[in-house]
C-alpha cells in the first residue's frame, strides 16, 4: 500500500459524524488484539491548555529517560504529528501498516453503518503504535470533555483536567457544571485526578471523583507566574512534593498553571527530581501556541480559538511594549466570533482571512465580528498568507504583528518560516522518477513526468490551492509540477516536486510575484533556494569562501580515535599549532566523549579540561570552536575566547541556544537521536535524508526566534549518531538537499564506523576519510570536520580546483 493510498482512507472517514462513547474504539482495539492493554497511559482534558499540558508531561517525562508517546490533536502540517514516540512522528510505513491491518475490518463496520470515525480510528493509531514501540508511557490527549471520548477506552494510571469552560454543548451540555462531570470521567484508579479548573466546576470534579490534586488558585498546588525573561515565562511551582522555579518556553500566567499540572502528572508516574522537571518543562517547545517567530515587528502565532483562550491571550500580550496590535485572525465557523473579537479589543488593525479548511468561517463573518466589537481598522483577505503579507507591510517596527483565531490558522501562517524547498540532485530517469514517487505521486504520474524532472527540482509543501497555481503555471512555461495523489484534506499540506530548467524557474519567480494565497512569499523562497539573482552576505567566517576545515581536538581520555594523546594542555596546543599550519581554519575544541558508551562529563571537569586549552589558542590566527553539549561550559569556553558553539546534542540544553544569541556567535546545530549514541536503538527513517532536513527545520527555528541569523546556524546531519552505515552515506551523497535550509552544512565524518560499509575497519579508515571530504565538498559541504588536517585539505584543494581552476590558481 503507498502512503497516499493509506492516508486517503483515513481521511475518508471524516465522512462519519463524530459520536459520544467508546465501543467502537474498543472494538477497532479488539481487532488488532487490544495493543492499549499493557500500556501506562495519562489522559489530559481540558477547555483550553490541555495540549501544552500533554507537550509539557511528555518533555519531563523523556528528560526522566522514560520512552514516550504523545496524541494530540490538531496537527499543524502533516497528520502524522498527532502521533509522535520520543518526539518523532509516526513513520509514513507504520501509517501504511496500520491501514493495511484495519482497512477490510472497517470496510465491514462501514457496510454495516457502524465504522469507526476519523478520531477514533486515529486514537487507536496512536495506541497501536505505542503498543508496538513498547513506550514505557503514553499520553493522550482528550478530544471532547472525557467520559464518553475515544481515548477514554483506556483505564489511565493519571489524568488530569486543565481548564473547563463552555464548549461542544451540543454533546457535553449547557453548563459548566454538567461539562465538569463530563469531564471528570477520566479519573484514574491510581492516582488522585490532577485539576486546574477553578470555581464550581472544580467543586463538581472533586464531588464526582473524590480525590483530587488540584492546582492554582488556592489549590493543593500552588504556581506563580513571575513575567516574561525575554522569550520565556519564569514560574515557580511549589506543593505536592514539587518545589522548583524554572523557565517555559511557553508565555503566560496560564502555562504556570499548565506547567503546575504537568509537574505533578509526571511525578505520579516517574521518579523526577526537581532538576529534570525543570529542564523538562524548559524544553516543551509546543508549534503554534504564543510562537514567536520574527522581531522588528514581532510576530506571534497562537492557535486560540474560543473567548476563554483569547482572554488568557490578550493578558500575556500585555507583557510585552509595543505601539500598534495587527492581528491576522480566521477561525471555524462553528466558533465564537463575536466573543473571540471581544478579548482581542485592543487590536488597532485586523485583517480576517479564511484557512483552507471546508470548516472555516468566511472572512466577511469574522470582520463583522471584530467590527462590531473593537474600534478597529478592519479588512479582509480570502487566503492567510495573503492577509499575514497585508498584517506585515503594515506594521512598523514596533508594532505587534499576532495570528491567531484557529491552528488551522496558524498552521498556514507557519509554513512562512518553517517550510523548506529542498533542491533535488537528478541525472538520470529512474533517480527523477524516485524523486516524483517520493512525493507520494501515483504511480501512472511518476511514470508520465520522470522524463521532465532531469534538470532543476526542487520539492516541498504546499497547500493544495498553491499546489494547482503552480502545475498550471509550470505547464505554461514549459516546465511539469508534480503533485501528491492525497486527497484535499484539513490543514494537509501537500508534497510537491517542481522541474524546469533555471531559466523557467525564473519567469515562475516573476509571475509569482504579486499573486494572491502566499504565493508572492513562495516566490521569495523558490529564488533564494535556487540562487536566482540572490548574492549572499558575508561574514567573515572561514566557510564563505568555499569548505572550511574544522580540526578535531580532543583534550579527553576517551574519545573514539585518539582519546588520551592531546589530554595534556601542552600536547593540546602543540596539535593545534600542527593543524593550523596544515590548512585548519577552524579548531574544534572537545572535553567529552560522545562515542557509544561514554560516561558524562561532569560541569566543572568539562570547564576544566577545555578552557585553559582554549585560553592558550585565542591569539592563534584560526577560529576556535567549543564541543560541547552544556550551556555553561559554552559561556566559559566563549569567555575564554572561543569564536563557534558546536552542539552534537542539537539544543537539548534550552540555555545553548540562548547563550549562542547573547555572544553573537554561530552554533552548530547536529541531528542526533541520543548523545551518546545508544548503540542499541533502532532508529526508523521513511527517507533518512528527508527526515533529518524536518527534524532540524525545527530545531534552525529555536534558534532563529532565540535571535540568530541562518548565516549563524550551522546544520550537521549527524553522521553515524542514530544512522546506520548505509544511512550515513545516503546523507552525504544527497548533502545538497541540506542548502534548501539556508543554512551553512557541516560534515563530521572522519575515522567513523560508517566506512565498514566498504570494509574498512578501524585504523584502516584515513583514506575512506580523505574521499569522503572530496565527496562532502562536492555536494556543498560549507565545513568538513577531521582529523587528519592536511590530508583532507588536500582533498578539499582538489575539488576547488577541479570546480574552478583558473580562480584557484589566482589564489
Known amino acids: 500500500m503507498k502512503f497516499h493510498e493509506a492516508a486517503n482512507f483515513l481521511f475518508d472517514l471524516r465522512r462519519f459524524a463524530p459520536r459520544p462513547g467508546t465501543d467502537a474504539t474498543a472494538a477497532l482495539l479488539e481487532h488488532l488484539g487490544n495493543p492499549h492493554e499493557d500500556l501506562d497511559c495519562i489522559q489530559v482534558a481540558g477547555t483550553n491548555g490541555k495540549g501544552s499540558t500533554a507537550r509539557m508531561v511528555e518533555s519531563t517525562l523523556r528528560e526522566a529517560g522514560l520512552s514516550v508517546g504523545l496524541y ?19 513513520s509514513e510505513d507504520g501509517l501504511c501498516e496500520f491501514v493495511s491491518d484495519i482497512r477490510g475490518y472497517v470496510t465491514d463496520r462501514a457496510a454495516d453503518g457502524e465504522a469507526p470515525t476519523f478520531f477514533e480510528t486515529l486514537t487507536v493509531l496512536a495506541l497501536w503504535e505505542f503498543g508496538r514501540q513498547d513506550v514505557d508511557v503514553a499520553v493522550l490527549e482528550v478530544g471532547i470533555g472525557g467520559r464518553y471520548d475515544a481515548t477514554s477506552v483506556v483505564d489511565p494510571v493519571a489524568g488530569a483536567i486543565t481548564s473547563v469552560a463552555l464548549e461542544h454543548t451540543d454533546v457535553l451540555g449547557d453548563t459548566v457544571e454538567e461539562i465538569a462531570r463530563d469531564k471528570a470521567g477520566i479519573g484514574p484508579a491510581d492516582h488522585p485526578l490532577v485539576v486546574g479548573a477553578t470555581g464550581e466546576a472544580r467543586s463538581v470534579i472533586a464531588d464526582e471523583v473524590g480525590e483530587t490534586v488540584t492546582v492554582g488558585d488556592g489549590g493543593d498546588v500552588t504556581v506563580s507566574y513571575d513575567g516574561r525573561e525575554g522569550l520565556e515565562g519564569a514560574v515557580t511551582i511549589t506543593g505536592d512534593g514539587v518545589d522548583l522555579a524554572t523557565r517555559l518556553p511557553l508565555l503566560g500566567a496560564h502555562q504556570a498553571t499548565n506547567a503546575g499540572i504537568a509537574a505533578v502528572l509526571a511525578r505520579q508516574v516517574a521518579d523526577v527530581d526537581a532538576e529534570t522537571l525543570a529542564r523538562g518543562l524548559r524544553n516543551a517547545h509546543w508549534p503554534g501556541r504564543f510562537e514567536c517567530m520574527a522581531e522588528n515587528p514581532r510576530v506571534v502565532l497562537d492557535g486560540a480559538h474560543n473567548p476563554r483562550g483569547c482572554e488568557r491571550l490578550a493578558e500575556t500580550l500585555g507583557e510585552f511594549d509595543y505601539d500598534d496590535l495587527h492581528v491576522v485572525v480566521g477561525s471555524m465557523a462553528d466558533k465564537d466570533h463575536r466573543g473571540i473579537a471581544a478579548a482581542l479589543s485592543e487590536a488597532a488593525h485586523v485583517v480576517a482571512c479564511e484557512p483552507d479548511n471546508d470548516r472555516a468561517e468566511d472572512e466577511t463573518v469574522v470582520a463583522r465580528a ?4 473593537t474600534d478597529a481598522d478592519v479588512e479582509t483577505r480570502s487566503d492567510v498568507a495573503g492577509a499575514l503579507d497585508i498584517a506585515l507591510d503594515a506594521a512598523g517596527e514596533d508594532d505587534f504583528v499576532l495570528v491567531t483565531g484557529s491552528l488551522y490558522t496558524v498552521g498556514e501562517a507557519r509554513t ?23 512525493a507520494h505521486v501515483t504511480e501512472a504520474g511518476a511514470w508520465r513526468m520522470r522524463g521532465k524532472g532531469v534538470h532543476r527540482v526542487v520539492k516541498t509543501r504546499v497547500q493544495p490551492r498553491q499546489a494547482q497555481y503552480l502545475k498550471e503555471e509550470l505547464l505554461s512555461l514549459g516546465g511539469e509540477c508534480a503533485i501528491s495523489g492525497l486527497n484535499d484534506q484539513d490543514l494537509e499540506n501537500l508534497d510537491v516536486v517542481m522541474m524546469a530548467t533555471l531559466a523557467q524557474f525564473k519567469r515562475l519567480v516573476d509571475k509569482l510575484s504579486g499573486q494572491p494565497y502566499g504565493l508572492a512569499s513562495f516566490g521569495r523562497e523558490l529564488q533564494e533556494t535556487l540562487g536566482i539573482g540572490v548574492r549572499p552576505e558575508t561574514h567573515g567566517y572561514p566557510w564563505e569562501d568555499g569548505t572550511a576545515i574544522m580540526g578535531i581536538l580532543n583534550v579527553t581520555p576517551d574519545s573514539f580515535h585518539d582519546g588520551g594523546e592531546y589530554e595534556a594542555e601542552a600536547d593540546a596546543v602543540e596539535r593545534a599549532e600542527e593543524m593550523v599550519a596544515a590548512g585548519a581554519d577552524i579548531v574544534d575544541v572537545g572535553g567529552e566523549s560522545t562515542r557509544p558508551g561514554a560516561e558524562p562529563v561532569p560541569v566543572e571537569e568539562e570547564k576544566a579540561r577545555v578552557v585553559p586549552v582554549v585560553e592558550r589558542l585565542a591569539d592563534l590566527d584560526v577560529a576556535i570552536s567549543i564541543d560541547t553539549r552544556k550551556a555553561e561550559v559554552a559561556r566559559a569556553a566563549l569567555d575564554a575566547g572561543a569564536d563557534i558553539l558546536n552542539d552534537v546534542s542539537g539544543l537539548a540544553d534550552p540555555e545553548m541556544r540562548l547563550v549562542a544569541a547573547e555572544y553573537g556567535v554561530p552554533v552548530v546545530v547536529m541531528h542526533s537521536i541520543d548523545t551518546p549514541v545508544d548503540p542499541e536503538r533502532e532508529v526508523h527513517y521513511d527517507d533518512v535524508v528527508e527526515d533529518v532536513v524536518e527534524a532540524l527545520t525545527e530545531r534552525v527555528l529555536l534558534a532563529e526566534k532565540a535571535g540568530l541569523d541562518r548565516s549563524q546556524i550551522i546544520v550537521d546531519p549527524g553522521l553515524g549518531f542514530g544512522k546506520s552505515a548505509a544511512e550515513s552515506f545516503e546523507l552525504l551523497g544527497r548533502l545538497e538537499e541540506f542548502q534548501g535550509l539556508g543554512c551553512p552544512v557541516l ?43 592536511a590530508a583532507n585539505a588536500a582533498a578539499v584543494d582538489v575539488v576547488r580546483a577541479a570546480d574552478n581552476p583558473a580562480k584557484f590558481d589566482a589564489e
Not at 471584530?370 to 466589537?373: I, M
Not at 584502516?764 to 574521499?771: C, G, H
Not at 572530496?774 to 560549507?782: K, L, S, T, Y
Open 72 to 90: 494530540t490533536s490538531p496537527h499543524l502540517d502533516d497528520v502524522r504529528e498527532r502521533v509522535t514516540v520520543d518526539g518523532r512522528k509516526l
Open 370 to 373: 471584530f467590527e462590531t466589537e
Open 416 to 438: 512562512r518560516w518553517a517550510r523548506t524547498a529542498v533542491p533535488k540532485r537528478v541525472d538520470s530517469i529512474p533517480e527523477s522518477r524516485a524523486v516524483i514517487e517520493g
Open 747 to 789: 560534515v563530521g565524518h572522519s575515522h567513523k564506523s560508517m566506512f565498514g560499509l566498504v570494509d574498512r575497519d578501524a585504523g584502516e579508515r584515513l583514506e575512506p576519510t580523505v574521499a569522503a571530504t572530496a565527496v562532502a565538498a562536492e555536494h556543498g559541504a560549507d565545513i568538513v570536520r577531521v582529523h587528519d588536517v
